[in-house]
């Protein structure tokens, strides 16, 4: 190992220099993002339909478009205190397993018990949601990792969590449902008798194992009609971007400390939230024409939003029931051929994300499974942290970058996001050791068959 | 939340900071710990006997009592920057949760893949056997802690790893499986027909479901059968508290930073790795008359080796095939009653801990295993980190602590260790969520058929 003399494996911040305040991409952006529209009318959402699902602080969030900066408040630096700074890192064990000239480092921000970087926006919601006085939240978990995150927030702030899990991951998933119990959330299996909604699905079919959209629409229904509750959701949304814009703000802080600047930007996309978050500085530079960097979107191949998908105004979710968004989507009923990474499982993408990938400002690519969990076991083996298989996709494209600068002899700063670690998802792991592992790409048929659901209206041709 | 201005939250050192040297508690100890015998003669072991057994180097640090500090080789301190320093924390949440004058702190060794401090002791082991040539080393596990921090430090090293894993465990814990798996270690369910002693209680047990004495055998059959391969164990060692002591060390390095002194330094105690680790450079100052420090052993009541054990000589394993040690002893053959804190099932203690024990230099204190629960899920809930259930009973004993200094007004300092995360472990939390928790205490008969195990001769009266 070779280290250089003054960059150490590990940066972490002193909490005088962590960030004070949120940076929103959107202030920047010449072309803003289209806003939310409303189903029946196709009129943008207004402040009063959202804040009926969402807190009051959280819709202004979301509705922002232009204030560059917004104050992190103190209780959620302090919280942030608890498992931040995470550690910008230089991956020197991987630059020479690969025999790289690149220089490679990565933003980790597995170290807390939720496992991921979910939990930067759960405890931002959570206290808003606190903050207006309400008894608590109500959300939707698949895999459930950004249930944890907030069942972690909820606890912290004392808020109520009720956290409606898909039937056949809290059957599969004791562990993480144990975990949401330990911080004091409960957890039902979608669909429930605690519905409307649930009841009649249940009634249609029943036996069924639930879906994200059906778990989904009980968390809403649930936050809508008993007093004191809000519905939250870990992605997508602009406010989760904002939130999530402390991970590239305190990479750029140390970065900027030891005179690093990256040439490649890589991040793990399904809906945005970690990508949007991880770029954000270093988007608004560029953005504002005072630096360039190559941001690079990596998605499944199994679910392409970005690489093959439309850029037209779409359901968010299967239910059909949340407003439009103008995005890369594969339609709202594209069924994604079995993967491990759940959280990119997701048919659409952040809608300011995708204004700026069709505006130019950013790249996209897809990766097959076999070949990220390779890249996943190279990284564990060399530099330790086993990787969620979300964060494996970044890895991949990270190790193709620094493997192409081997060929060109090129000595390009790459930086990734690390978004989480696998503990939960050994049984991918264990599908990719037996050779098992699902590489399937979905046909221009397959495809046509979600396009064919995305709504048609005038102005929204794709 | 009131932050002292000067204390943040996680206290990381620099590199440049970190210890470059171990040390050994024994060399500042007036009473060495009695020698290992060889249970045939009852003579010390050799050099020469233990080396067909454990590498060189690391049979001479296990006979070393005299030399204080023994230099870190870089290659091991290179791997240690991968995920140490390991943050000092400060428990401001749970100070304010306890509403306690008392300051507590608590060093984290969680934050790596193996998901404990075991990771510490695996790479040193792991680098001296590569040292010396070797193509790989054997060991076995049990709940898997050991044997997933070993094959990451094989991993690293490119080193030959095989771990025998009781069947039981092999089938129940699946996900620890496959981390080793992912980290290219063999894995083989114990007892096996790769080995004598595997085929032989195969042949008298067919159906077993295997022992941690078995896997033991089966692991050091193949070590010293097979050229190149050395056996190497987790825990109880002299070795292995030697490689711990960073813990404790990076603790002082750290508190004397802040001008920091505890004035109650607590662990939880199996075998001793961690306490021994944590405590050594406080004892040493104890030990040789400069500080005093109140220092507490802490271990479950359903296998109280210090509270209710003997100081006597016995064997370290089921299988009464290892040498023996003066220790304190529940006696080999004792059986405890179930309990999730796998890592403190074990019968004795380390010969170094027995003396200092024995000699009045530290307390020893059982706890209850709902007790330990309960104060697992409220620290889980102030501070984010869902702890291991063997780290519990630390946080257990901390928390009294506390609350004794908020009856008596007192400020004191307390320091404890958590040794790890409890991700691994829910099925453990889901049996205390449910009110299924065991807490049998061993009767005093229960305790007396293990004490009728320990070899009696003469010198050995208990």
Redesign the interface.
């Known amino acids: 190992?070779n280290?250089e003399e003054k960059i150490?494996?590990?940066i972490?911040l002193?909490?005088s220099e962590m960030p004070k305040s949120w940076y929103n991409m959107r202030a920047d952006m010449k072309v803003k993002p289209a806003p939310l529209l409303n189903p029946g009318t196709l009129k943008p959402m207004t402040f009063e339909e959202l804040s009926g699902v969402f807190c009051d602080d959280l819709v202004a969030q979301e509705l922002d478009d232009n204030t560059a900066f917004i104050e992190i408040p103190e209780e959620i630096r302090?919280f942030y205190?608890?498992?931040r700074p995470s550690p910008l890192v230089r991956a020197y064990?991987l630059e020479e397993k690969l025999q790289t000239p690149a220089k490679i480092y990565y933003k980790f921000e597995g170290?807390?018990?939720s496992?991921s970087h979910k939990l930067n926006s759960a405890i931002a919601q959570a206290y808003y949601a606190k903050k207006q006085g309400l008894k608590g939240v109500t959300t939707e978990t698949g895999a459930g990792q950004w249930g944890t995150a907030l069942s972690?927030a909820c606890?912290?702030l004392g808020l109520d969590c009720k956290v409606y899990m898909v039937k056949v991951s809290y059957e599969q998933k004791?562990?993480r449902r144990?975990?949401m119990?330990?911080?004091?959330a409960s957890v039902t299996p979608s669909p429930s008798d605690s519905t409307n909604v649930g009841r009649k699905i249940l009634a249609e079919h029943p036996g069924t194992t639930g879906s994200l959209g059906c778990a989904i629409s009980e968390a809403v229904e649930v936050a809508t009609t008993n007093d004191g509750y809000r519905y939250v959701l870990g992605s997508v949304l602009n406010q989760v971007l904002l939130h999530q814009s402390v991970i590239g703000l305190e990479s750029k802080i140390a970065m900027d400390k030891y005179g690093i600047t990256p040439d490649i930007i890589i991040g793990c996309a399904g809906g945005g939230s970690n990508l949007g978050g991880l770029i954000a500085p270093f988007m608004g530079e560029k953005l504002r024409g005072e630096k360039d960097y190559r941001i690079i979107a990596v998605e499944p191949a199994s679910c392409p939003s970005f690489t093959r998908g439309k850029f037209a105004y779409d359901f968010c979710d299967t239910g059909m029931i949340c407003p439009l968004a103008k995005m890369y989507t594969l339609g709202s009923g594209f069924i994604p051929s079995p993967n491990h990474a759940g959280g990119l499982r997701f048919h659409g993408m952040s809608t300011v994300l995708s204004q700026l990938y069709h505006d130019g400002f950013m790249e996209a690519k897809a990766v097959e499974q076999t070949a990220v969990f390779e890249a996943a076991?190279m990284f564990?083996?060399?530099?330790?942290?086993?990787p969620a298989p979300e964060s494996s996709h970044a890895i991949r494209a990270a190790i193709d970058e620094a493997l192409k600068c081997k060929e060109t002899g090129e000595e390009k700063t790459i930086l990734f996001g690390l978004t989480g670690?696998g503990?939960?998802d050994?049984?991918a792991?264990?599908k990719f050791?037996n050779g098992e592992m699902n590489d399937h790409i979905p046909t221009d048929a397959e495809l046509q068959v979600g396009f064919d659901g995305i709504p048609k209206f005038p102005g929204n041709e794709f």
Chains 1, 2 share one sequence.
């Open positions: 190992m280290q150490p494996y590990k972490y002193e909490e302090n205190k608890m498992y064990c170290n807390n018990t496992g972690m606890a912290y004791p562990f144990e975990v119990r330990t911080y004091g076991e564990a083996r060399v530099e330790g942290i086993l670690t503990y939960f050994m049984v792991y264990e050791h």
